[in-house]
């Protein structure tokens, strides 16, 4: 979150115990608004969103079409665009290379419906690096949307949910003045609607019980594409896990 500066204060009439201060954060086209308690900010959060126009609806049937099509045994080309109301916030490694069977083995597992977890004992091994790569390879499968959520904080996770049917997502109406718990709700509505979507949750392995809902909601919304990156696997039903090891290396 971004600091908050005193000019964006506004002052609360006194009360007992730590002074109380409203504050209200601009971050881009975006204010966030909330009450801080000794200088940390504490209690509900608003975030208001500037007035965009709604996102044309999805075509059911060509989303369907779409997702049917996603390739598990060619590994396309990096898409240029994603589909709209998407929020992707990573781009592409030019460089990417040698995980074609990696990436053959996430489509499968994708288009079999799995919550598939990119699990390994080894950090920094290239689990996020795939999911990116995953992302703009079979994203344009999902018209629905691809939607990444840094998992990296528990505290972070809520507002990472809200973001993605903010302006820089779906651009869902109603968000402007809703608590943070009631934009997260509205998204997991809207994600839970009929069309073909792809979830990537990151760096999981430390928010499990954060994750918890996953199980039974992905049941309530089986045509969810869920893509976890974590150093264990979450134990989901159903869960397809790929270990992901290090890239083979050549002659010295």
């Known amino acids: 979150m971004a600091a908050l500066n005193p000019s964006d204060e506004t002052k609360q009439p006194e009360a007992a115990g730590p002074a109380a201060r409203q504050h209200t954060v601009n971050i881009g086209d975006s204010a966030i608004v909330g009450v801080a308690v000794a200088g940390d900010v504490h209690g509900s959060v608003t975030v ?9 609806p999805v075509d059911q049937t060509a989303a369907e079409a779409a997702f049917a099509q996603l390739p598990v045994d060619a590994v396309p080309d990096v898409a240029r665009t994603l589909p709209a109301g998407s929020r992707m916030p990573y781009q592409p490694n030019a460089v990417f290379t040698g995980r074609d069977d990696e990436l053959r083995a ?4 994708l288009a079999a419906g799995d919550a598939n977890v990119i699990s390994t004992g080894i950090g920094g ?31 972070n996770i809520p507002s990472e949910i809200a973001q993605c049917g903010g ?61 976890a990156t974590s150093r264990e696997p979450l134990n989901f039903a159903g869960e397809a896990v790929l270990l992901l090891g290090g890239l083979p290396t050549g002659p010295a």
């Not at 208001?48 to 044309?56: G, H, R, S, V």
């Not at 996430?106 to 597992?109: G, L, N, P, T």
């Not at 934009?183 to 009929?194: F, G, M």
């Open 167 to 227: 302006p820089g997502g779906l651009r869902l109406a109603g968000m402007a003045g809703l608590s943070l718990d009631d934009q997260v709700r509205l998204v997991r509505a809207e994600w839970a609607r009929e069309t073909p979507r792809l979830l990537i949750f990151d760096n999981c392995e430390a928010v499990l019980d954060e994750l918890a809902f996953l199980p039974e909601w992905l049941r309530r919304a089986p045509q969810i594409a869920v893509l």
């Open 125 to 155: 091994v290239g689990k996020t690096s795939l999911a990116i790569e995953a992302a703009w390879r079979y994203g344009p499968h999902f018209l629905g949307g691809v939607f990444w959520v840094n998992c990296a904080e528990a505290v």
């Open 106 to 109: 996430v489509a499968a597992a």
């Open 48 to 56: 208001q969103y500037p007035d965009l126009p709604p996102l044309p």
